[in-house]
Structure formats: structure tokens, C-alpha cells
């Protein structure tokens, strides 16, 4: 069977993906980037598009050209800079099941999420839900797959998050402790999938969730032990306030590019819970899902995990005092051009010192953009050469000036090195 799988490289886009391969079918993966896919998945065949922009049947023609049938993994938390919650889930797909009922593929999974209706009060909930009910609508044999929080070898999204979390030294924050939530392992979402392609399973919708539901406090301290911390010796229970305060900032910083999991549409689906039935499911597979700590024994616990918690918890401290630094010095050469050629002896013109400014703000303003973060990097590392050379030939004393002026030099070039290690989104 030829399968083309919409969101290829997502958390579970690509787990679905190996396990039609395992078992010797042929996959299209679509996503973004396809080189990308092809870096992540060589076996697989890519194609490279923006769902978004798909919102035509016809759009569709040639991807679905010899698909016997299609997986759609896709989904956007919130419309951001490069994302268009209602395009990418709603819009794009219901072309997608036209054009699939014209003249493509008969067999289509959905997969969604528990609560997603088409008056969910999240755009997220909202557009997965009014996609289910399109494909309810077609003539098409569907299956429409409802996963609970996914945990996952990978760590993106939420369950990168809750890594983060758990890595908070000594003390635990966390918002919401008391919200509800069942976990699915990953491998289970991508198995059902197989099941489903495989079998008569059609025109039928199940939740993919463990049996028992558990706190948010539970999991973040379930985690927190897998991941080898030590416990927490207090848990700081944050006021709504304060999550809605924090999900505020990362929404705006959505419009820059960041796809936090802490934006408001996280924050409200976590005040709802996140639960399902797992009955219709077990019937089926004949057995219960792996519960959380099953799940989390199942996955590797090493000095990486460990690694990537701290790395993502002070990544936002480093992006963000770095470009501090070079916009307030940016800011305070401009605003004192005479003084500033002084440190130099002088011996630079005030435009000089004005373009090195420039220089700085817009080093320190890219850092803020997701897709300029890496460029901006390499930039400071290079001013900073530039600094270092400069100041070597003009003013060569302040090598042993008792402040180090120019010895400073390297924890700035050793900070903009490890922001762009630390800046990897998957």
C-alpha cells in the first residue's frame, strides 16, 4: 500500500511513518521541508509543501497521484508568524477529503484530539473538530484517531515542556496542577494507524488514551524521576494568573517565530483536561494502552535526556540576556559617541562608532526572530572579531586594563556559540 502521511516528521507523523515501513509499505511523506524529511527518513519518499497553501481540491491532484491512502498527522498549536491554525487544519483538509472523494484515495486516518469539536472554545480544538466532522460528512472509509498526550523518545512540543519542567532544580513550578490528563506511548498511536490501514476498522472514531487519568503534578513528578532528577524538595503551585501572564509572552513571541507549548491555547486546553474513553479501543486491540509509567520505563533515560531538559529550561534566559547585551550596548554607544571613541584613543570617527552601534541593536533585535537566531550568532561572533582586532590595533593598553574590556570579549562569543547549539527546534 502507498500511504501518503501528512506532517511526516512530526512527533507522530514520523513514528507512523516507520511503522508502515516495517511493515513493507510504501510512504509519501509531506511536510515542510523535504529535505528535512529526507535527512530524518531517507527510506521514505518526500514531498515538500505548506499545507496551508493547499486549500484547493485541485491542489491536491498531484500529491495524491498513485496514494492508496492517506494518514494526516499535521497540526498547528496556534497561528503564529509561519502558521495558520484554520488553514492548516480546517481549510487545507477539507480540500484534501474533496479532492480524495473525486478522485483519490478511499481510505483516510484523521488524527485529532480529545475534546476537538467544532465549537471547542480554541481555535486548535475548533478546526481539528470541524475537519472530523468534514470527513464524518464524506464518502470516504475513514478512521479519525483521538490521542491523549503523547510521550515519545522525541521530545517536541508538550512533552518537550514537560522535560523542561521537570529539570527546574530544587523547587517545582508548576501551573494547573490538578488538570487531568491520559497518556498514549507514541509506538501505540503509530500501531493503531497500522491497524487501521490493515483492517475493515472504518467510518469509526476512538481515543487512544491509558486507562487512568493523572494530575498534571503527577506527571511532571513521574517524569521528573525518569529522567534521573532528584525530587523536588517544594512544589511552587503558580497562580492561573501567572500561566495566563506567561502564555501571554509566548504568544507574542509566537509572532516572531517561536512555537512555544506554553502559548494560551496549551494553557486552556490543560484548564479543560485531557481525556478520553479507552473502552472502544481496547475492545479493539484486545488489550489496554500502556499506562504512563509503562510507557516511561519503555523509553531510553540517559545523560541526553537529562541534557536537553536543562539545555531547553535556560535557553530562553540565554536568548534573551544576549540580546540584551547587544542592544543596550548598541543603545549606549549611540547615545555616547564621544565616549566611546575615547576607550579607542580616539583614533575612530563618530560614524564609525555609529555603525558599530547599528550593528549591535540589529544583532540583538535578530536574536529575538526565530529564523535570524543562527545568522545572528555568527554575526555577534564575527563583531566580536572585529572588536578584538580592532581593539588590538588601536588601542592595544586595554588588554591589561584591570576591567578586561577585551577578555570580555570571550564569554560573549562562547554565549552566541552555545544559543546557536541550543537553537534547534526538532
Not at 475534546?115 to 475513514?142: C, H, I, N, P, V
Not at 530562553?316 to 559617541?337: D, E, H, K, R, T
Not at 564621544?338 to 558599530?356: E, F, K, N, Q, T
Request: glycine share 10%; charged share 20%; with cysteine.
Amino acid at each position: 500500500m502507498r500511504v501518503l502521511v501528512l506532517g511526516g516528521y512530526g512527533l507522530i507523523g514520523l513514528e507512523v511513518c516507520k511503522a508502515l515501513l516495517r511493515a513493507g509499505h510504501e510512504v509519501v511523506g509531506l511536510a515542510r521541508s523535504e529535505r528535512r524529511g529526507r535527512a530524518l527518513l531517507p527510506e521514505a519518499g518526500w514531498r515538500g509543501a505548506d499545507i496551508a497553501g493547499l486549500t484547493r481540491p485541485q491542489d491536491w491532484q498531484p500529491l495524491l497521484a498513485g496514494i492508496d491512502a492517506v494518514v494526516n498527522a499535521s497540526g498547528l498549536l496556534q497561528t503564529g508568524l509561519k502558521d495558520d491554525v484554520a488553514a492548516t487544519q480546517r481549510d487545507a483538509i477539507v480540500a484534501l477529503i474533496a479532492a480524495c472523494e473525486d478522485a483519490g484515495p478511499r481510505k483516510y486516518i484523521q488524527i485529532s484530539a480529545p475534546g476537538a469539536e467544532t465549537d471547542a472554545a480554541t481555535a486548535f480544538m475548533r478546526t481539528k473538530g470541524q475537519a472530523d466532522a468534514a470527513l464524518r460528512a464524506s464518502a470516504l472509509d475513514w478512521i479519525i484517531f483521538r490521542p491523549g498526550l503523547v510521550l515519545a523518545p522525541t521530545a517536541y512540543g508538550g512533552t518537550s515542556l514537560l522535560r523542561m519542567l521537570a529539570a527546574f532544580p530544587l523547587v517545582q513550578p508548576i501551573i494547573l496542577p490538578q488538570a487531568r490528563m491520559q497518556s498514549v506511548a507514541v509506538d501505540e498511536v503509530a500501531a493503531a494507524v497500522l491497524t487501521a490501514l490493515e483492517t475493515d476498522l472504518a467510518r469509526r472514531e476512538f481515543d487512544l488514551v491509558e486507562d487512568e487519568a493523572q494530575t498534571l503534578e503527577e506527571i511532571v513528578r513521574s517524569i521528573r524521576a525518569w529522567q534521573g532528577f532528584a525530587p523536588a524538595r517544594a512544589t511552587w503551585t503558580l497562580p492561573r494568573r501567572v500561566g495566563d501572564a506567561i502564555a501571554a509572552g509566548a504568544d507574542m513571541a509566537g509572532w516572531l517565530g517561536w512555537r512555544s507549548a506554553l502559548r494560551s491555547t496549551a494553557v486552556k486546553v490543560l484548564a479543560l483536561d485531557v481525556v478520553g474513553d479507552p473502552a472502544p479501543w481496547r475492545q479493539v486491540g484486545g488489550r489496554p494502552l500502556k499506562s504512563l509509567q509503562q510507557t516511561l520505563r519503555a523509553l531510553p533515560s540517559t545523560a541526553q535526556e537529562r541534557l536537553y531538559a536543562r539545555g531547553r529550561l535556560v535557553f530562553p534566559v540565554l536568548l534573551l540576556l544576549m540580546s540584551a547585551f547587544w542592544i543596550v550596548s548598541g543603545l549606549v554607544a549611540a547615545g555616547q559617541v564621544d565616549a566611546a571613541a575615547a576607550v579607542l584613543s580616539g583614533r575612530l570617527p563618530g560614524w564609525a562608532i555609529l555603525l558599530g552601534a547599528a550593528a549591535d541593536i540589529a544583532i540583538g533585535l535578530g536574536l529575538l526572530v526565530r529564523r535570524f537566531v543562527r545568522p545572528a550568532c555568527i554575526a555577534a561572533i564575527a563583531v566580536c572579531g572585529a572588536y578584538l582586532v580592532g581593539g588590538t590595533i588601536l588601542a592595544p593598553q586595554l588588554w591589561a586594563d584591570p576591567l578586561g574590556p577585551l577578555m570580555k570579549v570571550f564569554p560573549v562569543i562562547a554565549l552566541a556559540l552555545a544559543v546557536a547549539a541550543l537553537a534547534e527546534e526538532r
